[in-house]
């Protein structure tokens, strides 16, 4: 993508950043409480990664909430879903993005999310495991083509990594 004007939507060219998987029990949150969670996960990782602030860019987040069948869920070699709700959350941003800082609140505001998420009837208390993986630069392949993290900054508008990109680079076409 080194090259494009970004004059198009984003997620037309399929620049999806970042990826963020999430692994709950089977049954342990309903439709509104998945639904929650992928909203509440988007919302945490925006604010950790100082987006910019065009609407569009909203669509380059893709958060799945995938659910694991009763009893493929072990810890310490035992299923513990009744007595919690471990959920595993695999955060994939562009390499550069999030640093220390950024990683540690983005662990705490997804907690947080998942915590409260969890239906109030349930008395198994959420025990998460976040896990942020950082796409090295080159790696990340979009709809056939390579993007690199100046191509990230144009698209999503970090503003903290605008200095990588050309004056207006990040001008986005209705």
Sequence with gaps: MVGSDYSHTPG??????????VKVPEGAFDD????????????????VEG??????????????????????FF?????????IIPVIVFLYP??????????AEAVRRIHQVVAGAKPPNDPRRVATSIMV??????????????WRLTDFARAAGY????HLCEPGATRIAP
């Design 12 to 21: 037309s060219h399929g620049g999806i950043i970042p990826n963020i998987i």
């Design 32 to 47: 509104g409480a998945r639904a929650a969670l992928g909203k509440g996960i988007h919302t945490a990782v925006k604010a």
């Design 51 to 72: 987006w910019g602030d065009d609407p569009r860019q909203e669509v380059l987040t893709w958060v799945l909430v995938e659910e694991v069948k009763q009893g493929c």
């Design 75 to 83: 810890a310490g070699g035992t299923d513990q879903t009744s007595r």
């Design 94 to 103: 562009p390499a550069g993005v999030i640093d220390e800082a950024g990683r």
């Design 133 to 146: 993986w950082d796409v090295t630069d080159g790696t990340w392949g979009a709809n056939g083509e390579l």
């Design 159 to 162: 503003k903290h990594l605008q």
